[in-house]
C-alpha cells in the first residue's frame, strides 16, 4: 500500500449529542425571545436554535431535553452547549453552571487511500455481519461489534463511520477493518 495512512484521513462529520439543562421550558416565551429561534409547533414540538459559531443546531424541548447536532468536534460540542446555557440564563432561566451532555452519535468519514472490491469483501467478511445489496444502495454495510459501529464501504475506497461514542470508534474501526482487508489479501 503507498503512504497514504487511512487513519489520518478521519473526518468527524457530525455529533449528536443530548443534554437535561433545567426542569422545564416554556418554548412560544423562548422562540420570541431567542435570537435565532424558530418555532413552529405543527412541524417540530421543539424550539430549533441555530448558531454559527460553532455551527450547530440546538433542539430544544419543553421537558428542558436538549439535542445538540452539527458539531464537527468534541470541543465545538462543549463550545455550543455553553453557550446555549448562557443565552437561556440571560433570560432568566435556571440553568446549570457546568451543563453536561451524553454523545449519541459520531459520524466519520475516512478513505482507505484505494478502491476495494465490495463483491469479494461480501464474500470474504463475516456474512452475519454485511448487508451488500449493490441494486438497492452502492455501499457495503458492515456491522461490528468492537467497537459497536456501523460502517458504509464504498468501492472508491471511501468509509462512513456511524454509532460511535467517542472520537476514538471511528479510529479503531477503520484499523479493524484495513486489518480484516489485508487478513483476506484485498488491500
Request: net charge negative; aromatic share 4%.
Given at each position: 500500500m503507498n503512504e497514504h495512512k487511512p487513519e489520518e484521513s478521519l473526518k468527524i462529520e457530525n455529533i449528536v449529542a443530548s443534554a437535561?439543562?433545567?426542569?422545564?421550558?416554556?418554548?412560544?416565551?423562548l422562540a420570541s425571545q431567542l435570537k435565532d429561534a424558530e418555532y413552529n409547533k405543527k412541524r417540530f414540538p421543539g424550539v430549533v436554535l441555530r448558531m454559527q459559531d460553532?455551527?450547530?443546531?440546538?433542539?430544544?424541548?419543553?421537558?428542558?431535553?436538549?439535542?445538540?447536532?452539527?458539531a464537527k468536534s468534541i470541543d465545538s460540542l462543549s463550545r455550543g452547549l455553553e453557550i446555549l446555557g448562557?443565552?437561556?440564563?440571560?433570560?432568566?432561566?435556571?440553568?446549570?453552571?457546568?451543563?453536561?451532555?451524553?454523545?449519541?452519535n459520531i459520524v466519520t468519514s475516512?478513505?482507505?487511500?484505494t478502491p476495494i472490491n465490495l463483491n469479494k469483501i461480501a464474500v470474504g467478511f463475516n456474512l452475519d455481519k454485511i448487508e451488500y445489496e449493490p441494486e438497492q444502495f452502492p455501499g457495503l454495510?458492515?456491522?461490528?461489534?468492537?467497537p459497536k459501529v456501523v460502517v458504509l464501504l464504498f468501492g472508491s475506497g471511501k468509509l462512513i463511520i456511524t454509532g460511535g461514542k467517542v472520537?476514538?470508534?471511528?479510529?479503531?474501526a477503520v484499523q479493524r477493518i484495513l486489518s480484516e482487508l489485508s487478513n483476506l489479501g484485498l488491500i
Open positions: 437535561k439543562v433545567t426542569e422545564s421550558l416554556d418554548l412560544p416565551s460553532p455551527k450547530i443546531a440546538a433542539l430544544i424541548f419543553g421537558s428542558g431535553k436538549v439535542v445538540l447536532t452539527g448562557d443565552q437561556l440564563r440571560a433570560l432568566g432561566i435556571d440553568i446549570p453552571e457546568n451543563l453536561t451532555y451524553k454523545i449519541q475516512a478513505d482507505l487511500g454495510v458492515y456491522r461490528l461489534d468492537d472520537p476514538e470508534d471511528a479510529r479503531r
